[in-house]
T-cell receptor, first 116, second 114 residues
Framework: EAQVTQNPRYLITVTGKKLTVTCSQNMNHEYMSWYRQDPGLGLRQIYYSMNVEVTDKGDVPEGYKVSRKEKRNFPLILESPSPNQTSLYFC???????????????FGQGTRLTVV | TQLLEQSPQFLSIQEGENLTVYCNSSSVFSSLQWYRQEPGEGPVLLVTVVTGGEVKKLKRLTFQFGDARKDSSLHITAAQPGDTGLYLCAGAYNRGSTLGRLYFGRGTQLTVWP
């Protein structure tokens, strides 16, 4: 089954304790991205990657890191989490056409992170 | 700054009613997508519109892309409780430094009561 898998689904952590949210897709998509979703603010892009070893900042990258060492994996790293990073996080992947045009985004089921 | 403005933010209606959700921008997009998100799940694509003036139908859902490719609407006929969810529009530029990026509106939370 084609899917984007995030882990964990739920996470409660303390301020300053490094954490990683994993994301894996089995569709051989070039494009992967991370979003956070907050009430009243919608989906905001954190980081994205056009392909292996190519990553770039989205609209709200502060406090986050990513890496793309393999095509299928795109982990999100919070080196020193703070309470304002409490949110619902989504990973997404998309195929890119030869023209580079964006197509459908496939989303994972989300990770609800609480930082206390 | 929000590139895409959706309205209304909340919509609560009775089963059988019709409704329209709007997605507006001052920017011209290469394409615009509509997603539906249910609680505890990620958004799922409903449709992509590419050509100005384009109309697409998906059963009781009708999507329209504005002639100038700056706005879009989603119309639902005879809404059902199963239509309940968060409806998101997302625009793509597909060129230059924005290639591959999707810009989302804040969403319209639709509740359809039996």
């Amino acid at each position: 089954e084609a899917q984007v898998t995030q882990n964990p689904r739920y996470l409660i952590t303390v301020t300053g304790k490094k954490l990683t949210v994993t994301c894996s897709q089995n569709m051989n998509h070039e494009y992967m991205s991370w979003y956070r979703q907050d009430p009243g603010l919608g989906l905001r892009q954190i980081y994205y990657s056009m392909n292996v070893e190519v990553t770039d900042k989205g609209d709200v990258p502060e406090g986050y890191k990513v890496s793309r060492k393999e095509k299928r994996n795109f982990p999100l790293i919070l080196e020193s989490p703070s309470p304002n990073q409490t949110s619902l996080y989504f990973c997404a992947s998309s195929p890119l056409r030869k023209t580079g045009k964006m197509t459908e985004a496939f989303f994972g089921q989300g990770t609800r992170l609480t930082v206390v | 700054t929000q590139l895409l403005e959706q309205s209304p933010q909340f919509l609560s209606i009775q089963e059988g009613e019709n409704l329209t959700v709007y997605c507006n921008s001052s920017s011209v997009f290469s394409s615009l997508q509509w997603y539906r998100q249910e609680p505890g799940e990620g958004p799922v694509l409903l449709v992509t519109v590419v050509t100005g003036g384009e109309v697409k139908k998906l059963k009781r859902l009708t999507f329209q892309f504005g002639d100038a490719r700056k706005d879009s609407s989603l119309h639902i006929t005879a809404a059902q409780p199963g239509d309940t969810g968060l409806y998101l529009c997302a625009g793509a530029y597909n060129r230059g430094s924005t290639l591959g990026r999707l810009y989302f509106g804040r969403g319209t939370q639709l509740t359809v009561w039996p």
